[in-house]
């Protein structure tokens, strides 16, 4: 009988134990920042982003850099998730902010980070461009109204809803070697990007889905994005296609696109 009595006094301490400790944890109620959108920033001017995570619609503050700059709230409140998609990667909230970047402020990466009632968000990176992109113009959803770019482009764009494809046009020179490569899961994007090309006669030359897994990635889903390297076999017209890999879209799937000679 003692050693029952033990037992049941021990299984009834512990499960006091962990009841006690699952009151004591409190949710996690600070803001998550996942990505913006467009996912960088031009030095020497006022960017207008929207942030969009969890929880963003409780945020009071928003901090740019160390020292900060400044940083206005536009906008803020709760979004809807895009249907199938997860929550953690779309989220559920957002903000619109309005930047100031000095125009000394180097090219590369800037911290930025939301701040509510209960804390302040992990920093998310931003890019920061010493020139503005060029945008994605829509309509460019086919071969007929493809958005005409030139090799050396830079732009930014989104998927903007299911079953999107943003079709782009260049002209090229038969044995040039390219790089076309999409920057957007390793920004937090939700696209799981696909870049397609195709010749003036609209013909299949090359496609290119997930970055090979040696790339520079800091986890899993960062290898989504897509980079088609390829010498163009003749001269002419060409086609490249992107689109999200399960036909997903919507403002969770800015993207940043780069059509460049490849470095010898």
């Not at 990635?217 to 002419?236: F, H, K, N, V």
């Amino acid at each position: 009988m003692r050693r029952t009595f033990d037992k049941f006094a021990l299984f009834f301490a512990a499960t006091v134990c962990l009841t006690s400790f699952a009151q004591d944890k409190k949710p996690d109620d600070t803001p998550r920042l996942l990505l913006s959108s467009p996912l960088g920033v031009t030095a020497g001017m006022t960017n207008k982003i929207v942030l969009r995570g969890l929880r963003l619609d409780q945020a009071s503050e928003v901090r740019v850099g160390n020292p900060p700059v400044p940083a206005k709230i536009l906008s803020k409140g709760k979004v809807a998730v895009p249907q199938k998609q997860d929550v953690n990667r779309a989220g559920d909230s957002q903000i619109e902010v309005e930047i100031e970047l000095p125009k000394a402020t180097k090219p590369g990466e800037i911290a930025i980070s939301a701040v509510g009632p209960s804390g302040t968000s992990a920093a998310y990176q931003l890019l920061v461009d010493e020139r503005s992109p060029a945008a994605e113009q829509e309509p460019n959803d086919g071969f007929a109204q493809a958005q005409p770019i030139e090799i050396g482009t830079t732009l930014d764009g989104t998927l903007h809803q299911p079953q999107n494809v943003d079709v782009f046009r260049f002209e090229g020179q038969a044995g040039e070697k390219l790089v076309c490569e999409v920057t957007a899961a390793r920004r937090g994007s939700a696209l799981d990007a696909t870049l397609t090309l195709f010749d003036v006669r609209r013909r299949l030359i090359d496609t290119a889905d997930d970055l090979p897994p040696d790339a520079t990635a800091r986890d899993e889903w960062s290898l989504r994005d897509a980079r088609l390297e390829i010498t163009l076999p003749t001269a002419g017209v060409f086609f490249l296609v992107l689109q999200d890999a399960n036909d997903f879209g919507g403002p969770a799937h800015p993207y940043r696109l780069r059509v460049v000679r490849a470095a010898k």
